[in-house]
């Protein structure tokens, strides 16, 4: 089956760089990798996807890049801030019409001072 | 006005009670599930309802019963609660023919705590 591994607990940057974190998967293909942010106490809140045949996608200071031949995603904020804080869910669907999204296990990004 | 609301927030039970959970969703929304977060944080699906059918069911013990009355609520019966079901269970919605733009839209979870 698939699995989906955010290969760090945590990350701690210092305001105003670049946070990078890494998403990376087993085994077949999928058709498009997601990114959710959560915040202690609420639920995920969906920030970008992108499709496999996409190499990247941005949204404002949010990047997202997609390397089916490493089987990775990465997943940019630049120009980091406090506020960005929170732990970052990378999420697979294969295809459409009622398929499931599986989470990995999220990675906890601290913005300091 | 919340997109996805489940009540109760937080559920502290005794063992072998039978509990449920409602959500709720006012996007026009068709499709409509239940995760599970364990203490590790893992999310994990449990179920998935597409317009009131059943289309996803992981592995998840008869216990769990899931109810849609129509495609704007999916209710989560639990019976014989037990101490491994403590947990924060997210109800989430997507519109199957837009959620590649959208993703899945998540309520803010209920704490399911048993003793």
């Known amino acids: 089956s698939q699995k989906i591994e955010q290969n760090s607990e945590a990350l701690n940057i210092q305001e105003g760089k670049t946070a990078t974190l890494t998403c990376n998967y087993t085994n077949y293909s999928p058709a498009y990798l997601q990114w959710y942010r959560q915040d202690p106490g609420r639920g995920p809140v969906f920030l970008l996807l992108i499709r496999e045949n996409e190499k990247e996608k941005r949204k404002e200071r949010l990047k997202v890049t997609f390397d089916t031949t490493l089987k990775q995603s990465l997943f940019h904020i630049t120009a980091s801030q406090p506020a960005d804080s929170a732990t970052y869910l990378c999420?697979?669907?294969?295809?459409?019409?009622?398929?499931?999204?599986?989470f990995g296990t999220g990675t906890q990004l601290k913005v300091e001072l | 006005d919340t997109a996805v609301s489940q009540t109760p927030k937080y559920l502290v039970t005794q063992m072998g009670n039978d509990k449920s959970i409602k959500c709720e969703q006012n996007?026009?929304?068709?499709?409509m599930y239940w995760y599970k977060q364990d203490s590790k944080k893992f999310l994990k699906i449990m179920f998935s309802y597409n317009n009131k059918e059943l289309i996803i069911n992981e592995t998840v013990p008869n216990r769990f019963s899931p109810k849609s009355p129509d495609k704007a609520h999916l209710n989560l019966h639990i019976n014989s609660l037990e101490l491994g079901d403590s947990a924060v269970y997210f109800c989430?919605?997507?519109?199957?023919?837009?959620?590649?733009?959208?993703?899945?839209?998540f309520g803010s979870g209920t704490r399911l705590t048993v003793v």
């Open positions: 989430a919605s997507s519109q199957e023919s837009r959620k590649l733009e959208n993703g899945y839209t």
């Open positions: 999420a697979h669907s294969t295809t459409g019409g009622g398929n499931k999204l599986t």
């Open positions: 996007l026009g929304h068709d499709t």
